[in-house]
């Protein structure tokens, strides 16, 4: 079993939908989780992190976390066409405290 | 904003060649890390370093080593190339042990 998993799409939303990305990882003890965004040739960015249980907002970004069920989840409100891109989940593991990220979901928003 | 700056964007090398890939970061962060990032695997960790002189091998350090002079600056090195090391290198550096703040904008190596 991955440490880290995502689907890897592509997911395809209309554009002012909602995207809802998801992942899940192995580690219990995990303690802080982040979502990064890549557009193709560029490097990660980092859009959000969360280390508590429940729903962190940021602009038109949620990430919740359900560390009960092992997953965290990023939402993208009104998603635009510039949203299109790979998003990057990153589980900081306690055996190492190292991130290890999984392999990614392609988000295409079409107009 | 966090800079993280690597060399070179585009390197191609000879097999057997040793290959250094340098970066340097401008927010005195102490945290610096090396990633591969390879189709259908994602990132995954070859070093990273908490501090001057301190490195601590990841996940994938064979074949690889890095160096620490300075605080800003974290060098990747190959100690003799090989074609399982063409990928994309990046660096990136952290305030924070818990994540990864910012990314360089990668090396593209080709081992031929």
């Known amino acids: 079993q991955k440490e880290v998993e995502q689907n890897s799409g592509p997911l395809s939303v209309p554009e002012g939908a909602i995207a809802s990305l998801n992942c899940t990882y192995s580690d219990r003890g995990s303690q802080s989780f982040f979502w990064y965004r890549q557009y193709s040739g560029k490097s990660p960015e980092l859009i959000m992190f969360?280390?508590?249980?429940g729903d962190k907002e940021d602009g038109r970004f949620t990430a919740q976390l359900n560390k009960a069920s092992q997953y965290v989840s990023l939402l993208i409100r009104d998603s635009q066409p510039s949203d299109s891109a790979t998003y990057l989940c990153?589980?900081?593991?306690?055996?190492?405290?190292?991130?290890?990220f999984g392999a990614g979901t392609i988000l295409r928003v079409k107009s | 904003d966090v800079k993280v700056t690597q060399s070179s964007r585009y390197l191609v090398k000879r097999t057997g060649e040793k290959v250094f890939l340098e970066c340097v970061q401008d927010?005195?962060?102490?945290?610096m890390f090396w990633y591969r990032q390879d189709p259908g695997l994602g990132l995954r960790l070859i070093y990273f370093?908490?501090?001057?002189?301190?490195?601590e091998k990841g996940d994938i350090p064979e074949g690889y080593s890095v160096s620490r002079e300075k605080k800003e600056r974290f060098s990747l090195i190959l100690e003799s190339a090989s074609t399982n090391q063409t990928s994309m290198y990046l660096c990136?550096?952290?305030?924070?042990?818990?994540?990864?703040?910012?990314f360089g904008s990668g090396t593209r190596l080709t081992v031929v």
């Open positions: 969360i280390y508590s249980n």
């Open positions: 927010m005195d962060h102490e945290n």
């Open positions: 370093s908490y501090d001057v002189k301190m490195k």
């Open positions: 990136a550096s952290s305030l924070s042990r818990q994540g990864v703040e910012a």
């Open positions: 990153a589980v900081n593991i306690r055996d190492g405290n190292k991130l290890v």
